[in-house]
């Protein structure tokens, strides 16, 4: 794992130094670096997921090149903003696989993924997504890889921790509705079979002039035993808010994307009690998290969160593919071949269709922290 070999791969013995000077005093030129394209949403009022997993994946190349890069040469991650629109994604996708990266780290969200995957499968260019979920790219045969489960995992896994004959009332976000529609489908499938049921699903468009405090009203006039909202960490928050001013006490359940520290940040005493699933456990002891924790904190001043961890993930596995890459295999036949790649809190598990199930956590939000409780 590259965080153990940082910590020997940072200091570099005298001899090493002089060998290097050496090098350099002969003439000999410096090897053309690796490139690895990343796609995320990185400006923009919902900007945090994509931040944090560009932050996640440059912490990963850092550490790397750090400690000798791959074969010797360094790994240069080349960023690219989505924007968090289709047609963007679609032509800084076309520049990133015309310069000729090795790979790319994203896209965050599926409506951007569904937009980047023909792309990459007309060119033969792998995609390790940090965060996508939709169950839409699940089980095909193509160059889309992911790190995160789909929604199938966490709808599921949510929905089972609700009593059961339970009354939802749901909103969701028009605007990725891979993600937003999938993940609605799976938890309404899961609570209808122990006796519960959707009873009002409220579609909205994410934007800067989206009035929510109509959207509060319409959801709990159906006398709901819980309100769930499927949408980023900021609109989530926001409406959490304006629930709270009318009903203090009816138990809000949010899907993984909205889950970003920019929840609490944003949503302050109106997020307190908020219910969520996820694959990343906060309070995680395991070393390797402990230590990435630390460093991503020396290197961003801020908590990681599962979209930081994700991203440093999903480009630490593209980068032992390409270690471990034979002669005239590609990445994605190597991925297959390896199978089990590290992670920072636990192991990775590529099927042949490039989709992994990790182990999910229910968490709460309590004192502005999330604490699992599953």
Known sequence: MIIERWRVGVWAEPGAILLGLMIVLGGCSKPEPIEVGFVGGVSGRVADLGIAGRNGALLAVELRNQAGGLAGREVELIVRDDEQNPEVAERVTR?????????????????????????????GMLLMSPTV?????????????????????????????QQRSLRVAAAYDLGNQAYTV??????????????????????FKSGGDTFFLPIARDLLAAQPDKVLIVANAVDS???????????????????????????????????????????????????????????????????????????????????????????????????????????????????????????TFVSVVRDGQFVKVE
């Open 95 to 123: 520049e990133l696989i015309a310069r000729g990266v090795a790979a790319i780290v994203g896209p965050m969200t599926s409506v951007i993924a569904m937009r980047m995957v023909p792309i990459a499968n007309e060119a």
């Open 133 to 161: 979920a939709t169950d839409d790219l699940s089980h095909q045969d193509d160059y889309f890889f992911r790190v995160s489960s789909s929604t199938r995992e966490y709808a599921t896994k949510i929905a089972l921790y």
């Open 182 to 203: 999938s993940w609605l489908h799976d938890f309404r499938d899961t609570l209808a079979k122990n006796g519960g049921a959707v009873i009002r699903a409220l579609g």
């Open 237 to 359: 928050a926001l409406l959490c808010q304006q629930i709270r001013k009318l009903d203090a006490r009816v138990p809000i359940v949010i899907a993984e994307w909205g889950a970003t520290e920019q929840l609490v940040e944003l949503g302050g005493r109106a997020v307190e009690g908020v219910t969520v699933t996820q694959f990343f456990d906060r309070d995680s002891t395991n070393p390797r998290y402990r230590a990435f924790r630390q460093l991503y904190w020396d290197r961003f001043g801020q908590e990681p969160g599962f979209a930081g961890t994700a991203g440093f993930d999903a480009a630490n596995v593209v980068m032992d593919a390409l270690a471990e890459r034979r002669s005239g295999q590609s990445l994605k036949e190597t991925i297959r071949a390896v199978r089990r790649f590290e992670g920072v809190q636990n192991p990775l598990y590529f099927d042949d269709h490039g989709d992994t199930k990790r182990e």
